[in-house]
């Protein structure tokens, strides 16, 4: 079985493969590249595992006039820039102890034994150079099936690196069969593990969470993160109930893992999932406005078409109504509408907080008219 792409083609990444095995040292890609060649889809970045110590990939590399970043030295990774592309060079590695956060490794000169401490079987597939597939646990037929299964024993695995609960479930919702169901066996050591997800940082949590919602279809996953006792303690106070009729919803809109989150609610997902002030904001004003009874319309001139329409799915959602009808076209209208009077058109007879009360009175007015209100109907 070989994997192809323009990825594995470049002359960079050839070179970099060429230097290291002419030092005498194994050098495959790993992970997600090669899992999503297998599957087709987009290769995002490229990971490759090697026999050699990170101080020797440096130096191999640099002799060979690549650029090398230090990226995670202690863990064994280096980074190496070579014309133009990046590619994270990992040694191979073996667990030996953990506490539960980040698994300690020792570098390893097997491949085999860098397989095993690999989270899933799907992730545990390595390619040469030359794109030919090398397979040391059997994930191959897991991955065709796309099934998301632990490599070795589930309990034992998580106990390592609860990490590992969230990403089960991100990439059963990212690659799995949606038909196939989620492996039982999985499931049920992430539920009796679930009090482990305490000792995690709220950042790994967070860019796990995104990657699920972002998802053509996070609801199974989430679904199952709530029924296995998960999800409440990742987002308390959170509902997924709404999470499948919104997926639904959105037909082929691209998705979004903010419109996701918005609807899941949660009593303060900005600290859950440490998001930026941004993100936090966005949040805060489309969940606001859910319960408000602004139109279309007046949410598209107001917050602009990402957040409107988020705004009108959730709520169609979580009230399980269907959205306005020509709901894009009104925002749309919204978006491309400017109130008919400004601060100049009261001015001077009204200043300071009087005017400012008075705009703002005339504004909830032409909100509230859909947009429809004139100049003369507001200033009447
Ligand atoms: P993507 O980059 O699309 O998120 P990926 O599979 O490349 O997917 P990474 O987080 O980049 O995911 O990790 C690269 C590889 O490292 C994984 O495929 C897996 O083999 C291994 N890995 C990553 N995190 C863990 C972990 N917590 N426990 C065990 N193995 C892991
Ligand atoms: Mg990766």
């Known amino acids: 079985m070989k994997i192809s792409g323009d990825w594995i083609n470049h002359s960079g990444t050839q070179a970099l493969f060429a230097v290291l095995v002419k030092a005498g040292y194994q050098a495959l890609f790993v992970g997600g590249c090669v899992r999503n060649a297998l599957l087709e889809v987009a290769v995002a970045d490229i990971d490759i595992a090697t026999a050699a110590r990170p101080e020797i990939v440096s130096n191999i590399a640099e002799a060979a006039g690549f650029r090398v970043i230090p ?28 506490d539960g956060r980040r698994a300690v490794v020792a570098f390893s000169t097997d491949v085999a034994e860098d397989a095993a401490r690999r989270d899933f079987t799907m992730n ?5 150079a030359d794109g030919s597939v090398l397979d040391p646990l059997g994930g191959l037929p897991d991955l065709t099936a796309r099934r998301v299964r ?4 589930p309990q034992a695995r998580i106990r390592e690196d609860y990490l590992r609960i969230l990403r089960f479930f991100r990439f059963y919702a990212v690659y799995a069969d949606p038909n196939g169901g989620i492996d039982a066996e999985g499931l049920a050591a992430c539920a009796a593990n679930a009090e482990g997800i305490e000792g995690l940082s709220r950042e790994r949590i967070g860019a796990e969470m995104r990657k699920m919602l972002g998802a053509r279809d996070p609801a199974p996953a989430v679904t199952a993160m709530a029924q296995s006792g998960i999800l409440m303690r990742i987002l308390p106070g959170s509902d997924a109930k709404a ?5 639904h919803l959105e037909g082929d809109l691209p998705p979004r893992w903010q419109r996701r989150l ?3 609610g949660g009593a303060d997902p900005g600290e859950a999932l440490r998001l930026s002030r941004t993100e936090i904001g966005s949040n805060t004003i489309v969940r606001d ?12 001139w107001k917050l602009g078409t990402e957040a409107a329409s988020d705004v009108v799915l959730c709520r169609a959602a979580l009230f399980e109504t269907a959205p306005p009808e020509n709901w894009q076209a009104e925002i749309a209208r919204g978006v491309a ?5 400004t601060a100049a058109d009261l001015m001077p007879t009204l200043q300071g907080t009087a005017l400012g009360k008075k705009l703002h009175e005339i504004q909830a007015r032409w909100l509230a008219s859909d947009l429809y209100l004139r100049k003369s109907d507001l200033l009447a």
Do not use: N, Q
């Open 124 to 128: 545990a597939l390595y390619a040469g």
């Open 262 to 264: 918005a609807v899941l």
């Open 289 to 300: 406005e859910i319960g408000s009874a602004l139109t279309s319309a007046a949410l598209g």
């Open 150 to 153: 632990f490599v070795g024993e």
């Open 243 to 247: 999470l499948g009729i919104l997926v």
């Open 337 to 341: 509408s400017s109130i008919p009077v």
């Open 71 to 98: 990226t995670g030295i202690e863990h064994g990774t280096v980074t190496v820039i070579a014309r133009g592309v990046a590619h994270e060079v990992t040694t191979f590695r073996r667990d030996v102890e953990t």
